[in-house]
Structures are given as C-alpha cells and as structure tokens.
C-alpha cells in the first residue's frame, strides 16, 4: 500500500510521522486477527461487533483514507488466499519464499478461501 503511494509517508500523509505508520501497521494486525477468529467460528458476528463495529466513522474522524485503507485489505485477501492455497507469488516473495507444506486439499481449499475472502470483502463493505 505504501510502495503504491508514497504520498502516505511524507509529511500531511496519514501514515506520518512514525507514530501513524505504527497505528496503521497495528491495525492491520487487528483486522487480520479478527477475520482468523471469524474463520474459527466460521461466523462474522465477532469481526462485526468488536472491530468494524463504529471504524467508518472513527476513520472519517481521524483522517484515515478509505481508498489506502481498501487498498490494504485487499492486499491482504490476495496474500490470505496465497496462504491458504500454499501458492505463496515467488515474484513477490523473492529470498523470503515459504511454503507450508501442509496438506492442501479440494481443489487447493477452494471453500476455506472463498470463506476468508468473504470476511476480507466484510471489511471492505463495512468501511466503504
Ligand atoms: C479492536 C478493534 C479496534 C480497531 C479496529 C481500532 C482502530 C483504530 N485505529 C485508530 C487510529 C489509526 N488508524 C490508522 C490507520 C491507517 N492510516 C492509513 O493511512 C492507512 C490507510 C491505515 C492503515 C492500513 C492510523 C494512521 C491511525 C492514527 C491516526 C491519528 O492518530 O491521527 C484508532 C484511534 C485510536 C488510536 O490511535 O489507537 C482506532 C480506535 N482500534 C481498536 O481497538
């Protein structure tokens, strides 16, 4: 997302000075954490009430851009189903490259990924 946009990371851009691009980072994590436990409980409920629950309107409040915001979880949702699939892109990757190696199954867990995207497009809608 940064490497898209520059602009992000230079004074007035949301993601300055450091202290922005830590919050940014954090809830990245924090999205990502949330669409795990939805996995888990294979139900949105939680994604809905305890993170995107009021985050439109904290975002407006604050600045956030919800285009870069987007943006990052859509990144995110590709590399998701990367992982899932263990068809990690060796163009991105580069020297980090690392397969799982776990039992990938039915048409390369076809239903796992549409489920966790689906999560992923939950955010998404919910911010736009
Ligand atoms: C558990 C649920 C939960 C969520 C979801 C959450 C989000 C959240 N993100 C915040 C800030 C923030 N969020 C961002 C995020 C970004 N800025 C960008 O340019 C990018 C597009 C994007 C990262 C992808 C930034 C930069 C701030 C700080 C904004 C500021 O203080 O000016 C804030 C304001 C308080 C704070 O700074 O910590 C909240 C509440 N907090 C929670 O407790």
Known sequence: MICENQGLIQAGGNCYPNRRMAACLRDGEIVLRYVTYALLAGDASVLDDRCLNGLKETYAALG???????????????QAAAHIKDTPSEAMA????????????EDRCASLVAEASSYFDRVISALS
């Open 94 to 105: 580069g020297a980090k490259l690392r397969k799982m190696g776990s039992p990938v199954v």
């Open 64 to 78: 956030v851009p919800v285009t870069s915001t987007v943006r990052a979880v859509q990144i995110m949702k590709a």
